[in-house]
């Protein structure tokens, strides 16, 4: 059996590993690096980053922690990048070191598919090569979108690629869009010096997120002095000499030095040939794909950003494997209900499941259990106390539905609320297992108690 | 200010009013409860709000509280050293810890403040026996 795979993102590379681990000829096609965007451009830059940003605040605040810091701690953005160029690096290297150790053959060059089982590939160091195939998987990813009346042009008007390569520190810094992309830039160069001002077209930052999420959110921006206008509309942008004016739909300028547009993703189905084959794409120009990765041709699977829906590197590699394993005759599929997801802001955001609107409006009757990370001794100690974590559970069931944690580790902390969604489990579960004192986890425990009122350090309501 | 002179609303704000600007700030009570305060999402200006809602919250090491209008009427000054220093609210809650001046909408009724030996009686019998 042969699988070849276009596109070597945690979509792709992930796919290649596991088809080559059920006994599959493997080729794997990448015209760029190896990671996609994720390791590349994307998640791991940015956390990169991040950290750099985290080191600094803890830096910011050692007088708190009983430390004399002598001189001052700042920002140096050229050897920040650095660091990050060396993580990604390393991480490419750990990729096509494993595709070495699976066997999995890769072509660096673009691939475009040319008929049934037929795949065209030009080399990056020239030439070409022709692949027959029985099995295709594409996973061709996305890239940032631009608004069409102000293109990115790399020096004012960035995308969030051109945000991770900056050589200065910008004074002022304009973000169109306050998602997830949005909101993680903002928290970076306000914490390395920037005054940043974000703009969004709806009424509430990271709108994915459940309200409470959302609101909490809001006051962490608004207490590191980065300013979000909601509700605006991006009408215009002027790219003068050494800065850019925009123009907002409520009749307001702001003058910023540069601007980051991340206002979403753009999937990358163009000229893939995927006309030759007929595959089907949607209106935004996503491949369409079943649950089981299945596009409507026999045959050629699709995976991660490339199929629209949720963006998320961990859903693209699910994907990928559910992919592969049917290519080679499996039977699997993904299962959508249960895929945390995590936003690096400060502090971080953490949600699996249902939000409480979604659970209200798909006419479940639910209990909350609330829970402020304040009230634990690790949060004080560790320094950082702000955000919650909320559980939802079915009023009846007990059966936890949702979990939407904003507060320091909250990526890690969701968790323990996916599995508990992904089997079954009730608020009274997590409730009774013993968790660790002391952690930032006792907040899910204490959330949990919380659904039926019997938090222990909660004041009686 | 003298605290003995203010107006007293049950969830533990206090009121100063002279013609139709009312200062607003909150309780010796409520500071101490809270503990030490970190963060007030101070309110903007111009904006509206009712007696007995929400104006804006607290945010303390123990907990985070809801700052209830004792007046209906518009923010019109706000006290914006509280924003880099919040543990004025506990150091001066009747004094430099005054939150807001809010412009009382015109016949809006105030007769449900207490005034302050009302609120002590009201603290003794009713909140501290909670
Ligand atoms: C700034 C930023 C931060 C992010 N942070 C996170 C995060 O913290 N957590 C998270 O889960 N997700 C995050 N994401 C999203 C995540 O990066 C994507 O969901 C993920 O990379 C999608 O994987 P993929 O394999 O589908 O596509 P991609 O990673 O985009 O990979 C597709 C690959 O295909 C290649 N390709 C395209 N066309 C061809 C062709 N014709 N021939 C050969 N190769 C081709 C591309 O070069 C690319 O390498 C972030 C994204 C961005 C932009």
Redesign the interface.
């Known amino acids: 059996m042969k699988v070849t795979i276009l596109g070597a993102g945690p979509g792709g590379y992930v796919a290649a590993i596991r088809a080559a681990q059920l006994g599959a000829e493997v080729i794997v096609v990448e015209e760029s690096e190896v990671g996609g965007t994720c390791l590349n451009r994307g998640c791991i830059p940015t956390k990169a980053l991040v950290a750099s940003a985290e080191v600094l605040d803890k830096a910011k605040k050692a007088k708190d922690f009983g430390l004399e810091l002598s001189g001052e701690v700042s920002a140096n953005i050229q050897k920040i990048i650095e660091r990050k160029n060396k993580i990604v690096g390393i991480q490419v290297k750990g990729i096509r070191g494993l595709f070495k150790s699976w066997g999995v053959r890769i072509l660096d060059g673009r691939g475009v598919i040319t008929g049934p089982g037929k795949i065209s590939v030009t080399l990056k160091d020239g030439g070409a090569e022709e692949i027959e195939t029985d099995k295709i998987i594409i996973a061709t990813g996305s890239r940032p979108a631009q608004i069409p009346i102000f293109p990115f042009d790399g020096e004012k008007i960035l995308s969030s690629t051109d945000a991770l390569n900056l050589e200065e520190i910008p004074k002022r810094l304009l973000v169109i869009g306050a998602g997830v992309i949005g909101c993680e830039f903002a928290f970076i160069y306000k914490e390395f010096g920037s005054e940043v001002t974000m703009v969004e077209m709806m009424p509430k930052a990271v709108s994915t997120e459940d309200e409470e999420i959302s609101a909490v959110l809001e006051r962490e921006l608004k207490k590191k002095k980065i300013k979000l206008l909601t509700n605006i509309k991006m009408e215009k942008i002027e790219v003068k000499e050494d800065s850019v004016q925009a123009f907002l739909s409520d009749g307001k300028t702001i003058e910023a030095d540069k601007v980051l547009v991340s206002i979403g993703r753009a999937m990358n189905s163009e000229n893939l040939g995927l006309e030759s084959i007929g595959v089907k794409t949607g209106q935004r120009g996503e491949i369409i794909a079943n649950s089981r990765m299945e596009t409507n041709v026999d045959g050629v699977y699709a995976a991660g950003d490339v199929t629209g829906g949720i963006m998320l590197a961990h859903l693209a590699s699910k994907e990928g494997v559910v992919a592969a394993e049917n290519a080679v005759g499996g039977d699997s599929a993904v299962n959508y209900d249960v895929v945390p997801a995590a936003i690096f802001t400060s502090p971080e955001i953490g949600s699996v499941g249902l939000r409480e609107k979604q659970a209200v409006e798909k006419g479940l009757k639910v209990r909350i259990g609330r829970f402020q990370f304040r009230a634990l001794g690790k949060a004080h100690a560790m320094g950082e106390i702000a955000g919650i974590v909320k559980l939802i559970a079915d009023e009846e069931s007990d059966k936890l539905l949702g979990a939407h944690i904003i507060g320091p580790h909250a990526s890690d902390l969701v968790h323990e609320a996916a599995l508990a969604i992904e089997k079954g489990l009730t608020a009274r579960d997590i409730a009774h297992m013993i968790h660790a004192h002391p952690t930032l986890a006792e907040g899910i425990m204490e959330a949990a108690e919380d659904v039926h009122d019997s938090a222990i350090h909660m004041p009686k309501k | 200010m003298d605290p003995e002179n203010l107006k007293y609303h049950k969830e533990h704000t206090w009121v100063n009013i002279s013609g139709n600007k009312a200062t607003i700030g909150i309780t010796g009570y409520a500071q101490e409860s809270l503990g030490d305060i970190?963060?007030i999402?101070l309110p903007e200006l111009e904006t509206s709000t009712e007696a007995n809602t929400e104006l804006t919250?607290i945010?303390?090491?123990?907990?985070?509280a809801s700052v209830i209008s004792p007046v209906t009427g518009s923010v019109v000054e706000v006290n914006e050293e509280l924003s880099d220093a919040p543990e004025i609210l506990n150091e001066d809650p009747y004094g430099k810890g005054w939150i807001a001046v809010i412009e009382v909408e015109e016949g809006a009724d105030t007769n449900d403040l207490m005034d302050a030996s009302d609120y002590e009686k009201y603290l003794e019998e009713e909140v501290k026996l909670k």
């Open positions: 970190v963060y999402d919250e945010e303390s090491t123990k907990a985070t």
